[in-house]
């Protein structure tokens, strides 16, 4: 990798569903709350417009990360900027890119996420290779099945913080 070049993550999954139902599981809020470890994704996915992800305290919601819309093709390809909020060493790291590729194979739909513009070295990267798995991984469970994995649950979040 040159040295002006920023690593990137490319994580992909076959989901037997539309790409419409992908895309609604992406984009609203209900449903993302219950794959993404009980983030809410809030945006009218316009571009130039903010997209929020929430989380729930004990006092309300706070935001969990954030970023704005550089892209929105419903339901074929969906980007927007990632800057990560509710940890402080990841806080100041620049923002970087979100990229969802939504594609129609047979009757299935192939997501591809790519996650790139990240700092080399960088925390959030670090982060992004764990997370992403497993966030993905529980979106096709959400719809293939209508239970996500456990480990991404709300409950089960709170359960292994308070552990």
Avoid: C
């Avoid at 903010?50 to 093709?73: H, N, Q």
């Avoid at 509710?86 to 890119?97: A, L, T, V």
């Avoid at 960088?122 to 497993?134: D, I, M, S, T």
Wanted: charged residues 25%; proline residues 4%; aromatic residues 10%.
């Amino acid at each position: 990798m040159a040295k002006h070049e920023k690593p990137s993550f490319v994580y992909v999954i076959h989901i037997a569903a539309t790409p419409d139902s992908v895309w609604q599981a992406l984009t609203e809020g209900a449903l993302t709350r219950q794959y993404w470890y009980g983030r809410r994704a809030d945006s009218d996915w316009k571009v130039g417009s903010p997209v929020t992800f929430w989380y729930e305290t004990g006092s309300g919601e706070a935001v969990s990360d954030r970023g704005i819309m550089l892209e929105s093709k419903r339901p074929r390809h969906l980007s927007y900027t990632w800057q990560v909020q509710f940890i402080e060493e990841m806080r100041d790291e620049n923002p970087s890119r979100v990229t969802f590729d939504i594609e129609l194979e047979g009757e299935d739909t192939k997501l591809t996420l790519t996650h790139n513009e990240l700092e080399a070295g960088g925390k959030v990267l670090e982060a992004v290779r764990n997370g992403w798995p497993a966030i993905l991984s529980s979106l096709k469970s959400l719809l293939e099945t209508g239970e996500p994995l456990a480990l991404t649950k709300v409950d089960q979040v709170a359960a292994d913080a308070a552990a």
